[in-house]
């Protein structure tokens, strides 16, 4: 089994590196064998023009059973608790429209521009269609931006526009993009690091949201070299 790690930055998956580093042995292609699977670490970079430009040259050179996408969200959801880690099962561009002379955002879908069920989108959604590999982590609805949140009056405006979004990144809709219109297996996972609230780096906690995501990285890792062994 071939997999995909996907991740913006090496900072977010720096312990499961260093663990495969350790543990496994490397390939000459790049890969770390496991028992039965090959893990295939892949930086892209923050941002989804170059998440989606790194997984499509990848996918040109080397065949891939599944892609996991590992990184850090904000939570619009209140409810949700710093650290905890989730599956994100849908995903939606959520600044890619134009503003309209009252500020309102108005998305391609609405514009016309694109029909909201255009494969790979379901009602202007991006979907996993099978909840992916991560059934065991909470399920969330996320959403991606170019340019994250972090004044009072534009979270209020997101929230109004799409009331059920529950995390934030930059990169989750375009990997999704690229593993649908690919047909590749795929599934993202998050850690929340802070919420999305009047820009406040103090309250944030990276080491937390890290060490969770990666212990649920790790143990995911493994838990797929046990299956492909059935």
């Known amino acids: 089994m071939q997999i995909l790690l996907v991740a913006a930055t090496p900072f977010e998956i720096a312990p499961t590196l260093e663990w495969l580093e350790q543990n496994f042995s490397r ?33 040109e050179h080397h065949p891939v059973s599944l892609a ?10 209140r409810s949700l608790a710093i650290g905890n880690v989730l599956n994100v099962t849908t995903e939606r561009f ?18 016309g521009l694109v029909d909201a069920d255009t494969r790979p ?23 991606t931006v170019n340019k994250v949140h972090g ?10 526009k799409y009331p059920k979004a529950q995390v ?17 297996p795929f599934v993202e996972i998050r850690s929340i690091s802070n919420y999305v609230e009047p820009r406040n780096r103090e309250a944030w906690n990276l080491p937390l949201a890290i060490g969770r995501l990666n212990e649920t990285l790790q143990l995911l890792l493994e838990s797929l070299d046990d299956l492909a062994g059935k």
């Open 168 to 184: 934030e990144s930059m990169e989750g809709a375009a990997f999704f993009y690229a593993c649908l219109s690919e047909n590749i």
């Open 121 to 143: 989108f379901s009602g202007g959604e991006l979907r996993n269609p099978a909840g992916g590999q991560a059934t065991f982590l909470p399920e969330a609805q996320g959403i």
């Open 94 to 111: 959520a600044d890619l429209g134009v503003q309209e002379a009252d500020g309102r955002f108005t998305d391609l879908f609405e514009l």
């Open 27 to 59: 390939t000459e292609h790049g890969s770390f064998q496991l028992r039965r699977i090959a893990v295939f670490p892949l930086v892209t970079g923050p941002g989804a023009v170059a998440t989606c430009w790194h997984i499509a040259r990848f996918l």
């Open 68 to 77: 996991l996408n590992a990184g850090i969200a904000g939570a619009l959801d």
């Open 151 to 160: 004044e009072k009056a534009a979270i209020e405006a997101i929230r109004e």
